[in-house]
């Protein structure tokens, strides 16, 4: 350890040597002065040599190495961070630039995991001060620096809930208000120069910076952040900053959202640059964030058509706050559409099929009631929307492909209320009326697996068949007036009744021998274990809601053994009286 006179003749030498003289070991040893300085609490000792004009040839040659103790102090808190946040103000001011943010680069990279949101806001004032001293490159480096900043931001969890974002307990809110500061500066620039004649290079190159920073930042944090304009919460105002600093960087939203150019993809990955335009979609048809900057000449199924790309970005997605973003995205694009309006031509396009098939993934698979009971309406929607035509060809689509009882179920149910719909004055139409309806009653009209149909996997299916059916001879006055059309029906009825009666028949046999032998099961048992033993082995093959009969007890597989012959005899007789009105 050196004494005041030793440091004060180091001093001294260095005052008198040239910046280009100044050796590695001369810095390590400044830096090592100033740490220890700030180790012994003296802060406003070390503040009071940064300031001395005496020391400003040194500060101004090697200040840069007492960025990060001198950081690292303010982060702390605990010893007058007011004469260290002084003395980094002081660099910044005479230290060279370049060098200054080479040290602020490096700081930020090195961060603290622990500390991140504490160290960004401790420099992007400083940062800033920093950024507007550079004669070049300025528009480079200020890309550096949002990068480098997003890239530590994007390692804090977003807050969900109102609680978490007033709580902040992470400091992300407080960051991303920190990030917009730092940018309106160079904002105000693209600004004061819009319209001018002539555009350098380093006008483009700040736009292009200014615009990634914006589409990294509707990427994350914003399309994991809970939005609402009930509530202007930090995230919302700082969702606002990016969607106004869009069209001021000369970037408008409807190119951006509809006539995204390659250049501009390409400052992201396709999925990224997807993902952030949905997110300004959301924010622009949901939140009605900028909305008055967006031109009115755009049709809504326009509008719908461009949408439908983000809609699948978002629900192909598994996190909640991308699925809900993508099902209010989707019904505010469809609730401007007129009803039975959109052309069956639209269900050509990619989006028109892997929309619904995300949604029917969504429906089966989601463990979210609140999205299930979304998804649902939001299909529901959809399928209102649609034309006669594009009903018809989107209810064969859905028929093939959902392999889902429940959905298939669904389609069926929609298919009898578009029948009655057709029936009313006006409304005819040879897709649920004419010969074009026969096609697709002969694919709701079938058992999947022949004979062999498990009947209470397809039970959903099975009922909305017969319902069908039955409305369908009840209303035969409208059917009957086209003679081939009526024969046709009925000859498709009667095949499927007739399989459907076989595999009853077969199913009721196969349930009422598993009861039986349940239930001599059930008298044998002298002990425990021969019973436990039994019931292993019984009723392998039969399955409810995915869980094996076989690992219930005794008493509950009595209950679904009963319950599968209730509902046979259910079909059974809905059967009958589909027969006794066809004789009638």
Not at 10 to 18: F, L, V
Not at 85 to 102: F, V, Y
Not at 363 to 384: A, W, Y
């Amino acid at each position: 350890m050196m004494n005041e006179d030793q440091v004060n003749d180091i001093i001294k030498r260095w005052r008198a040597t040239p910046e280009e003289e100044l050796k590695p070991e001369d810095y390590q040893q400044f830096k090592n002065l100033g740490s220890a300085c700030l180790t012994q609490g003296d802060s406003e000792q070390l503040l009071k040599f940064v300031q001395d004009k005496k020391n400003q040839g040194i500060v101004k040659s090697m200040g840069c190495v007492l960025l990060a103790p001198l950081a690292s102090e303010v982060v702390k808190k605990d010893k007058s961070p007011d004469h260290c946040q002084a003395a980094i103000t002081h660099l910044t001011r005479i230290c060279s630039p370049d060098e200054l943010l080479h040290s602020l680069l490096k700081l930020i990279d090195d961060i603290d995991p622990h500390a991140i949101s504490e160290t960004i806001l401790a420099l992007v004032p400083h940062l800033l001060t920093v950024l507007l001293r550079l004669d070049e490159r300025q528009a480079a480096s200020l890309g550096l620096a949002l990068s480098a900043l997003q890239k530590q931001l994007s390692r804090l969890p977003v807050p969900y809930t109102q609680q978490q974002e007033e709580a902040d307990v992470f400091g992300l809110c407080r960051c991303c208000t920190a990030l917009a500061e730092l940018t309106k500066p160079f904002i105000e620039e693209v600004k004061r120069k819009d319209g001018s004649c002539v555009t350098t290079a380093e006008d483009e190159e700040l736009k292009t910076e200014l615009l990634k920073f914006c589409m990294r930042s509707l990427r994350e944090p914003l399309l994991e952040a809970e939005l609402t304009r009930d509530r202007k919460s930090s995230l919302w105002l700082f969702a606002t900053e990016i969607m106004v600093t869009l069209p001021a960087i000369q970037e408008s939203l409807s190119e951006l959202l509809f006539f995204s150019s390659l250049k501009k993809s390409s400052l992201m990955d396709n999925s990224q640059s997807r993902e952030s335009r949905a997110c300004v979609a959301y924010l622009l048809f949901v939140q009605l964030i900028a909305i008055d900057s967006f031109p009115a000449v755009f049709s809504p199924v326009f509008v719908l058509q461009c949408n439908m790309e983000y809609v699948n970005q978002l629900l192909s997605s598994k996190k909640e706050s991308h699925l809900l973003k993508g099902l209010t995205l989707h019904t505010k694009s469809l609730e401007s559409v007129q009803d039975n309006s959109l052309p069956v031509s639209l269900l050509e396009l990619k989006s028109f099929y892997s929309v619904p098939q995300n949604l029917r993934r969504l429906l089966t698979d989601c463990p979210m009631k609140h999205l299930r009971e979304s998804g649902l309406q939001v299909f529901q929607l959809f399928i209102n929307k649609l034309d006669a035509e594009a009903k018809h060809k989107f209810f064969r689509c859905m028929l093939k492909t959902s392999n889902h009882s429940g959905v298939e179920g669904y389609i069926i149910k929609n298919i009898r209320n578009q029948v009655e719909f057709s029936m009313k004055p006006g409304n005819a139409n040879e897709w649920f009326l004419g010969g074009e309806f026969l096609s697709l009653l002969g694919l709701v009209l079938c058992l999947p697996q022949g004979a062999d149909t498990d009947l209470l996997h397809n039970m959903d299916r099975i009922m909305e068949c017969l319902n069908l059916l039955r409305y369908l001879l009840i209303r035969d006055k409208e059917l009957r007036s086209n003679a081939d059309v009526w024969e046709e029906l009925c000859r498709i009825k009667d095949k499927y009744l007739k399989m459907l009666r076989v595999c009853i028949s077969i199913s009721r046999a196969y349930y009422s021998a598993e009861l039986k032998a349940l239930k001599e099961d059930q008298k044998l048992k002298a002990k425990e274990a021969r019973a436990s033993a039994r019931s292993t082995k019984l009723l392998k093959s039969i399955t409810v809601k995915h869980q094996k009969v076989s690992n219930l007890s005794p008493e509950v597989q009595h209950q679904v053994l009963q319950s599968a012959l209730v509902t046979f005899d259910l079909m059974e007789s809905l059967i009958v009286r589909i027969e006794e009105i066809t004789e009638e």
